[in-house]
């Protein structure tokens, strides 16, 4: 028997030696990853038409008296946990709701007319961010940051620079002469990319099928940068795995002594709505109809047609897909222990109708295209909480650099406000809040108010202007005629006319409308 206690203990010891030994060495290797700057991480997070009300959190007492109408039952609790830990910004607004010009103005702290950007970037159309304007990453790149992108861009005119297999040639001339997608493009090396060292892109409206490309042979399989790799996976799911990867430094891609500044821009709820590009478990487990028998039971706004939105159960498994893999991310930074200092941006390019007013998608100037999600979340740098500044897309880089103590660094010609002091202290007299916000779509301009939404949109009749009272009207059903309330439509006109000029927009430049807009 005490022979026996002296084998057990001798292997007992041997065995502790081995756990601590090992644990010491994964503790090395963590202190490796942590052993950055005291400045904070920045983590751009840009889901894919996601409206603003599409979170769990909206339904507690706290958020509901902020919420214009009703909120949709999903469950979403990453996006809750970022909301109680942050600042949720109860009027986050996409100024011009489309993919393109909405990232244009975001990459940039400029308006379409100077980023240049004024519609989707697509075959046929010359749309396309500039190379020679300096972008987020650009900026945080020359700050000392390590850069990188996940996901869909969506910046860059398409071309066809492709051979037949999707693979980036450069030249039009044979085996090039190929389109790789109608809508977005790879974005090869060199200016276009503006200073992003790593690099996974996932093209194409097609959830479990995207075409990726990727400066990482060991993410894409052992493709080089151009060559088309297809994971045939769930986007989100593919892209969470690669960053986390990139986190932990795997393939040894990024200089741990530095800060990172990473943008991950998921493709849903963006659709498509099939069985075929969504997690069906996700579905079943949270939206089938065994908890909501009918689309009625989860479409909640009194202004939607339900015939419009059969898409919600699809659409709402997106959202807590995303909020899954999402979470995977931030608890991968919470082991590292800099999820406290990494200022996490949480929003989307532009919100989705969902059956309002007998629409879906966006594009349009109604509260379900404009409204989108803003939180910004840093424990280590400002206080949780709401804050209700009318918050537009060019005001997120030079507000983020801010926060980062760069704001020496943002440069003189970005449009977008600085809202950091507000954002730290509500009380502060330095900054003033802005009394509207610009709206744009290609044939209407309009600008939000904390009540109101000015409109004036062209259309084969000429001109129709309107104005919502958000307050009294939440679901906006009523367009009141500017002649009816002669001195509101003259302060919010006047309004206009003053967002026009600052951003030196084409209908300022031109006096489109001036018979109307007191330039």
Known sequence: MLKFLKIFGIILFVFLTFVGCASLEQNKKEKIIKRVSDNPNILIILPDQLRRYSAGFWTEDYYKKSVVGKSDPVVTPTIDRLAKNGVVF???????????????MLMSGMYPEQNGIWNNCRIGRNESLRDDIATITDLFYKAGYNTSYFGKLHWL??????????????????????????????????????????????????????LTYSNDPKAVNGKKDGELYQPKQFSSKIEAEKIIEYLQNKNNVRDTNKPFCMMWSLN????????????????????????YPTIASLVLRENAQTEKAKHVRHYF????????YIGKVLEAL??????????VVFTSDHGEMLGSHG????????????????????????????????????????????????????????????FAELIKDQSTKNIQKPESILLMLNSARGIMTERYILSVEEDKEGVSTYIYDNLKDPYQ???????????????????????LKKTNDPWFKHKEHAELIPY
């Open 90 to 104: 109860t009027n986050g607004i996409s100024n011009f709701p489309l993919c393109s010009p909405y990232r244009g």
């Open 157 to 210: 005119k398409p071309e066809p620079l492709f051979d037949e297999n999707g693979n980036y040639i450069g030249t039009a001339d044979e085996p090039g002469g190929h389109y790789v997608n109608q809508y977005d493009t790879y974005v090869p090396p060199g200016k276009a990319r503006h200073s992003i060292e790593y690099f996974y892109q996932s093209l194409k409206d097609s959830h479990k099928n995207p």
């Open 268 to 291: 849903p709820p963006h659709s498509p709505w099939e069985d075929q590009h969504t997690e069906m478990d996700v579905l079943k487990a949270h939206y089938d109809t065994d908890k």
């Open 317 to 324: 498994a997106h959202v807590t897909s995303v909020d899954n």
């Open 334 to 343: 919470e082991r590292q222990g800099v999820l406290d200092n990494t200022i």
């Open 359 to 418: 629409l879906k998608s966006k594009n349009v100037i109604k509260t379900e295209a404009l409204a989108i999600p803003l939180i910004i979340h840093w424990p280590k740098g400002i206080k949780s909480g709401i804050n209700g500044i009318l918050f537009g897309a060019p005001d997120i880089l030079p507000t983020l650099m801010g926060l980062a103590g760069l704001e020496k660094n943002i440069p003189k010609e970005v449009q977008g406000i600085n």
């Open 477 to 499: 059903f009523v367009k009141l005629p500017l002649d009816d309330h002669p001195k509101l439509s003259e302060r919010l006109l006047k309004e206009l006319a003053s967002q």
